[in-house]
């Protein structure tokens, strides 16, 4: 089986793995602990979940602290209806997540909510209008289907200017890309930088107000309340801490894979810039492409048609559809994904079959 689908997920980093195992002990050991407890066996676990904070702030810009959630989803919500006062707008790109793009329309009752579209690219313009009475601007740092690559920091300038705060969902970006410095509310996913699943952070920068979303015991200084597991914190810290340090390694590696895979696929359309773009991203279409045939084809390769979150649905993507492809130009186009683990056999094996069963559609 080769995986080239680092957008949906990554594979768990050995050094992730091994960090949690000591906190997913059974009754012999010392490490089933309620971090939230005050006796010796809570404050083990509460030490290991503040040095997990302290390598996940290291990630993100200084003057702000972490707040652990269940993913970037839960993060995104907080940061959203944390934020939303009523008459306030919301501005968000075309193309951001679902997660995004969901709470702001939960919200627009009270929020009105404004869409900023996006070039042939993917981009938002540096120089884009933004509405009157803006309170909240929502742009992500990398985009999670196209790769490209957002103005966070330049939009934020005009976003500040206007007295309106800007979250950046970073998910595909963190651990890769230096962190937007521009922004007040960052959402990151573990599993999208070789952590576990089912635990992500929104960094909030100091002096910023959030309203609790979650009622109960209080927990991650009173914004999301419910027992931390000081294994999945452990495992996040520890992946990313490998992240931090391995960033020019890894980003060198993708560049590689990049330029190769480019000349793989080098008769396949891509989607989306190709110098504002995170490279371990190539999303590409053929003409009269049947992807669900492609992917039935080709049970021994795992790569995507978009999303995953948005996988099954049957409707084009709505990113894709953003930058002014039709619906026949969106059905026909694949995401390709590869990483840190991704090996340059692999990506060629891969790249022969994908090629090898579109040709046959012709």
Not at 10 to 16: F, G
Not at 48 to 57: F, G, I, K, P, S
Not at 69 to 90: D, F, Q, V, W, Y
Not at 163 to 171: E, K, P, S, T
Request: aromatic fraction near 4%.
């Amino acid at each position: 089986m080769i995986y080239l689908d680092y957008q949906a997920t990554t594979p768990l980093a050995p050094e992730a793995r091994d960090a949690m195992l000591p906190w997913l002990g059974g009754p012999e050991s010392m490490g089933f602990g309620n971090p939230h407890s005050p006796h010796r066996m809570g404050r083990q676990a509460a030490a290991a979940v503040e040095a997990a904070r302290d390598h996940v702030a290291a990630l993100l810009p200084p003057g702000g602290r972490v707040i652990f959630t269940s993913g970037a989803t839960e993060a995104i919500n907080l940061a959203i209806k944390g934020t939303a006062r009523a008459g306030r707008a919301i501005a968000a790109s075309a193309i951001e997540h679902a997660a995004v793009l969901d709470c702001a329309e939960a919200v627009r009752e009270t929020c009105p909510t404004h869409i900023l579209p996006v070039d042939a690219d993917g981009l938002v313009g540096a120089d884009a209008l933004l509405p009157e009475g803006l309170g909240l601007l929502a742009l992500m740092q990398v985009n999670n289907e196209i790769g490209t690559i957002q103005p966070v920091d330049a939009l934020a300038q005009a976003a500040h200017a206007a007295g309106a705060l800007v979250l950046c969902d970073a998910v595909q970006g963190a651990g890769k890309l230096s962190a937007p410095a521009g922004a007040d509310l960052i959402a990151i996913s573990a599993h999208k930088l070789y952590g576990p699943k089912g635990i992500g952070a929104l960094w909030v920068r100091d002096g910023v107000e959030l309203v609790p979303q979650m009622h109960g015991g209080g927990q991650e200084q009173g914004l999301r309340s419910g027992t931390l597991s000081p294994a999945l914190c452990a495992g996040f810290g520890a992946a990313a801490k490998l992240a931090r340090a391995r960033m020019d390694a890894d980003s060198a590696h993708v560049e590689m894979l990049w330029r190769h895979a480019r000349s793989l696929f080098a008769d396949w359309v891509l989607n989306g810039s190709a110098p504002d773009r995170w490279k371990g991203n190539l999303n590409i279409r053929r003409q009269g492409l049947d992807v669900a045939r492609l992917m039935s084809d080709l049970r021994d390769v795992c790569f995507s048609a978009g999303s995953a979150c948005a996988s099954g649905s049957g409707r084009p993507s709505h990113v894709l559809r953003a930058l002014g492809l039709s619906d026949a130009e969106a059905k026909s186009s694949i995401r390709i994904g590869f990483g840190r683990y991704t090996t340059m056999e692999e990506l060629e094996e891969a790249a022969g079959k994908i090629n090898q069963a579109a040709a046959l559609q012709e």
